[in-house]
């Protein structure tokens, strides 16, 4: 019953469109003030506040006072999935965006976003894709880099971190149903990518743009192909694995 209770006041936790509007934004790995959430939820700073204290007092999130300011974020990875799956969960509502502005932000958000610390979208299922079709990640008994892998990311410059968590694991994606990389090389490779100008973000969310330096070093160095150009796949495209070189 212990282990019920717990679980009953976590999904608490997130029954409130508030609180699920916070985490979703915080999903871009960084930190954020209680006014900056406010006013991406549209809220007053009060109520914002007594949603925070909440979300921290539970776990969800952590925070982090510097003078004055208050600066929260998500508790880690396995938060962060754990929102990204529950989102993933309820996904197919069929709601159709109310306007041109709205549609374009999701579209953005599908094709590439930060999922806290690592790529996501149809480019981070392109990645994880790619990098298993070209062999520098195995799945035949869990991911693993291969030594390949590890010396393709060696020569893109991309540093191997030593293991504080799992080096590889499937992350299943929100809009694609399918995995990305997650893990210390997943982050690695995301980290290397904001610092090497392959994604920079859109505006203030989470959404991303491939840039063409992205397109062209992330198949030089990784084989990985990635239109920055089509948001949406196209239906003539070649059937080769989603992010695998083409021939």
């Not at 990204?84 to 159709?96: D, F, L, N, P």
Request: hydrophobic share 45%; with cysteine; glycine share 12%.
């Amino acid at each position: 019953m212990e282990e019920a209770q717990a679980l009953a006041g976590r999904a608490a936790l997130l029954a409130d469109r508030t609180r699920a509007a916070f985490c979703l934004a915080l999903l871009d790995g960084r930190a954020w003030t209680p006014t900056e959430l406010a006013r991406s939820a549209k809220v007053a700073v009060s109520t914002a506040s007594e949603h925070l204290d909440r979300l921290v007092g539970g776990g969800l999130l952590t925070e982090h006072r510097q003078g004055r300011h208050r600066y929260v974020r998500l508790a880690g990875p396995e938060t962060a999935g754990l929102i990204e799956m529950i989102a993933g969960a309820g996904e197919a509502t069929g709601e159709r965006p109310r306007s041109m502005a709205a549609a374009h932000r999701q579209r953005n958000l599908r094709f590439a976003r930060t999922c806290y610390d690592h790529l996501a979208g149809v480019a981070g299922v392109a990645l994880a894709d790619g990098l298993i079709a070209n062999g520098l990640v195995g799945n035949t008994d869990g991911l693993v880099l291969t030594g390949n892998g590890r010396a393709a990311l060696q020569s893109a410059g991309i540093e191997v971190p030593r293991r504080r968590r799992p080096a590889l694991r499937e992350c299943i994606d929100w809009t694609e149903r399918r995995p990305h990389l997650a893990g210390e090389i997943g982050a690695a490779i995301c980290r290397h990518a904001f610092g090497a100008g392959w994604i920079s973000r859109i505006g203030s969310g989470r959404a991303v743009r491939v840039t063409p330096a992205g397109v062209r070093d992330l198949d030089r160095y990784l084989g990985v192909v990635i239109d920055s150009a089509e948001p949406e796949r196209s239906a003539a495209a070649p059937a080769v694995p989603a992010g695998a070189r083409r021939p």
